[in-house]
């Protein structure tokens, strides 16, 4: 997922006052950020609920039936309907952590490396950052995640979604309103099932050369595949992204913080005139939270 400045930037090397000027202007450093950043939060993709934490945490219900207490009756013309009274789920809470860093850059390496040091700067912080909450996210997932379906070995691209599909079909006819149709791997396993897809002619040639390129996610036979190397477990998931939970952000402002467009890293870059340098800051203020621990199945004996 790429990103687009809305005024086109100086081609060539960038002076060392063009520099300054940069990293004086929040809203071009926070651009800056979301232009060099390739790391995503994977949290994001696949806990896509956006949560309010204002105040610092958050209060959510787990675990609700999905079906009401008792059956619809025959409604005679003008009688009344009964009235069922929907279960609550079990009260959980959380509380949100600010997660960042700073690195100082001084006006020596500026005037001395240019560009390529103050993109190495913006990108150290904001990929940590995305690297940190991605694990925080994932160890999440695969606490509260606790059911599971042995598929079989995986040596081949029909075997796998043979077995996918078999634990699709007996999620639907417990009848919990799921659809488990994105599969998270290791980015060891996410090879091999793309190679096994390929090799399988399971994917076209166009969408087989984006899934090398690791351009991600991939579909593929109603499924989406993703990878992130912040995955936390041995077995890959196979979760419901909308019903699964959501991540909880906090807006706790503060002067200065500008949002780098859509990796949820916010950032900062303070003036000190005193070391001669610059504070670049990245933080994010969040927690993942599963709301539904039916909607993902980890998926053991793969052989991937």
């Known amino acids: 997922?790429?990103?687009?400045?809305?005024?086109?930037?100086?081609?060539?090397?960038?002076?060392?006052?063009?520099?300054?000027?940069?990293?004086?202007?929040?809203?071009?450093?926070?651009?800056?950020?979301?232009?060099?950043?390739?790391?995503?939060?994977?949290?994001?993709?696949?806990?896509?609920?956006?949560?309010?934490?204002?105040?610092?945490?958050?209060?959510?219900?787990?675990?609700?039936?999905v079906f009401a207490s008792d059956d619809p009756e025959a409604i005679a013309p003008l009688g009344e309907f009964p009235l069922v009274t929907l279960?609550?789920?079990?009260?959980?809470?959380?509380?949100?952590?600010?997660?960042?860093?700073?690195?100082?850059?001084?006006?020596?390496?500026?005037?001395?490396?240019?560009?390529?040091?103050?993109?190495?700067?913006?990108?150290?912080?904001?990929?940590?950052?995305?690297?940190?909450?991605?694990?925080?996210?994932m160890a999440v997932i695969a606490s509260k995640v606790t059911s599971s379906f042995a598929t079989g070995t995986w040596d081949s691209a029909g075997k796998a979604v043979k077995s996918i599909l078999t634990i699709q079909a007996e999620r639907a006819e417990a009848g919990l309103g799921l659809e488990l149709d994105t599969v998270a791997l290791r980015a060891d396993q996410y090879a091999a099932i793309i190679g096994m897809l390929i090799d399988d002619k399971a994917l076209p040639r166009e969408q087989g050369e984006t899934a090398i390129a690791g351009n991600l996610p991939v579909n593929a036979?109603?499924?989406?595949?993703?990878?992130?190397?912040?995955?936390?477990?041995?077995?890959?998931?196979?979760?419901?992204?909308?019903?699964?939970?959501g991540m909880a952000d906090e807006k706790i402002g503060g002067p200065g913080y500008v949002s780098a467009g859509g990796v949820g890293v916010e950032s900062k870059n303070i003036r000190d005139d005193d070391a001669e340098g610059y504070k670049l800051r990245g933080r994010r203020v969040t927690v993942p939270v599963v709301l539904e621990p039916l909607a993902g199945v980890k998926l053991t004996g793969t052989g991937i």
């Open 87 to 137: 279960e609550d789920g079990e009260v959980a809470s959380a509380r949100t952590v600010k997660w960042g860093l700073d690195t100082m850059i001084s006006d020596e390496k500026i005037a001395r490396q240019g560009l390529i040091y103050v993109n190495k700067g913006l990108m150290r912080v904001s990929n940590t950052i995305v690297r940190h909450v991605d694990r925080v996210a």
């Open 221 to 245: 036979l109603g499924l989406t595949w993703a990878t992130t190397p912040h995955f936390q477990g041995s077995d890959p998931l196979l979760v419901d992204r909308d019903q699964l939970g």
């Open 1 to 65: 997922m790429g990103y687009t400045y809305p005024v086109k930037h100086p081609e060539g090397k960038l002076t060392t006052e063009q520099l300054h000027m940069l990293l004086a202007n929040k809203q071009r450093v926070a651009k800056r950020i979301a232009d060099l950043t390739q790391m995503r939060f994977i949290a994001d993709y696949l806990l896509q609920g956006r949560l309010d934490a204002t105040g610092g945490g958050i209060f959510y219900e787990t675990g609700e039936e």
